[in-house]
């Protein structure tokens, strides 16, 4: 009886061109993302994800994690950061903040550098003496996730104007340097410690901001004097 031989070859699977696009780099066309029902909307979706529009050239940004989610042209920073106001950004020495989801957790951060802003009298806003609206930004579910963790650090102590800070979050957008933070609803205080010094860690806040609120800086004692120092990092975690 004659011997047969038999070898058996395997192969690597080698997926639809769909399947390779959407694991090297999503592209897809202007049309195409528009389309709630193409799988670049239905499968792994999430805020701040990169794709490639190929009509424009250039890349996009998923506004969130539904399938009718825009998806739009920016940087990440310009689009999903937290925004402070004029009232911060235009006269702070400096202002910084991130968003930076990794798998489910989201960590939001901010800094800044107080130097040049105001406050007024007792439980008065501190921010631009023009005087500016000045929030350090919102803080919403769908780019913040939903906070179950905070905590600030007095990188430098502050100095020339108010020492006695309080970070407390609002329901309005509309809080003005040198009025009552009591004006505004619903107000969350974050952290009352008194005077800050640098090198300070609190690592478990109070409260933390609700959904959609705004972040001030409060004047607790009142002291009416451009700030000539002050640095703080304030970090939130959300999933």
Not at 178 to 203: C, R, Y
Request: hydrophobic fraction near 45%; charged fraction near 15%.
């Amino acid at each position: 009886m004659a011997q047969m031989n038999w070898r058996i070859i395997s192969q690597p699977y080698i997926g639809s061109e769909a399947d390779m696009q959407d694991t090297v780099f999503p592209a897809r066309t202007t049309t195409e993302l528009a389309n709630s029902t193409d799988r670049i909307n239905t499968e792994d979706k999430y805020l701040g994800k990169m794709v490639f529009d190929s009509t424009l050239g250039q890349p996009v940004f998923a506004s969130g994690a539904a399938a009718a989610a825009t998806w739009s042209v920016g940087a990440l920073s310009q689009n999903f950061a937290v925004e402070a106001s004029n009232g911060i950004t235009g006269f702070a020495d400096a202002f910084g903040a991130s968003v930076i989801r990794s798998g489910s957790l989201i960590k939001t951060t901010i800094f800044i550098d107080a130097t040049g802003l105001e406050g007024g009298d007792a439980g008065d806003i501190i921010g631009d003496a023009t005087p500016s609206i000045s929030h350090l930004g919102q803080f919403t579910v769908a780019r913040n996730g939903t906070l179950f963790h905070g905590q600030i650090t007095c990188l430098v102590t502050p100095a020339g104007g108010a020492a006695d800070i309080d970070f407390t979050t609002a329901d309005e957008a509309t809080g003005v340097q040198d009025t009552a933070i009591a004006s505004l609803s619903n107000l969350n205080v974050l952290l009352n410690t008194g005077t800050w010094t640098e090198g300070v860690v609190f690592e478990t806040l109070t409260t933390l901001p609700g959904a959609n609120q705004y972040l001030y800086m409060v004047d607790v004692a009142g002291d009416a004097v451009e700030m000539s120092a002050g640095q703080f990092l304030l970090e939130f975690y959300g999933v």
